[in-house]
Each structure stands twice: as structure tokens, then as C-alpha cells.
């Protein structure tokens, strides 16, 4: 079961905002949006690895997502310095 794609653009956005806000990066809001949805995908493969199977609609995308726009968020300044 997943979500459609106006849903996963509106929760990929604020699940990108809101790492945005947690890691104080500043960023637009198609960034947002952009880290949200691949963050959610990162995150869904990480928990995959350890079994972690996440399911459940739009409130576990959105924790996935912040979850994997953070990681994606702190890679990117690694990779910057």
C-alpha cells in the first residue's frame, strides 16, 4: 500500500522542511520537497537491511522521510568539507 504522488509530494515536503528546521540548513521548498521523497526512499532501503519493513501511510512515510532528509542533509555537508 503506498501513497499517491500529490501525497507523497505534500508529506515528502514537510517532512523536508521539517529536517530542514531540526539540522537549521536553509533550503526551498522544492529542495524540501526533494528531500523528503528521496530521504523517504533512503531511509525505507536502511530499514530494509536491518528488516525493518515500514508500512503504514502517510505518518510513517513522513517519520521515513525526515528520518532519511536528515541523513541525506548531514552526507551533503560531509561531503561539502
Known sequence: MGVGWITAIIVGGVAGWLAE???????????????GIVGSIVANAILNVFGVYVSGGWLAY????????????????????
Open 21 to 35: 528546521q531540526f539540522m537549521k540548513s536553509n533550503m526551498g521548498i522544492i529542495m524540501n520537497i526533494i528531500l
Open 62 to 81: 513522513l517519520i521515513t522521510g525526515f528520518i532519511g532528509a536528515v541523513i541525506l542533509i548531514f552526507v551533503g555537508r560531509l561531503v561539502r568539507r
